[in-house]
């Protein structure tokens, strides 16, 4: 049975995915960081939800 991650778990892990996807490709955040983090929460909540980290 797999293990249940919790929001801030999946949080710290969406983060941390958009930090990486940030710094290696030609790509920068949104420069409003209000929208950056609901973004970020939403891929944590998804990853909660559905066991996977991308927009659905």
Avoid at 2 to 31: H, N, Q, W
């Amino acid at each position: 049975m797999p293990k249940e991650i919790t929001f801030d778990d999946a949080l710290t892990r969406a983060k941390r995915m958009s930090e990486r996807y940030v710094e290696k490709g030609p790509y920068e955040f949104f420069p409003l960081p209000e929208i950056v983090d609901e973004v970020q929460k939403g891929l944590a909540k998804n990853l909660v939800e559905h066991g996977h980290l991308f927009c659905p």
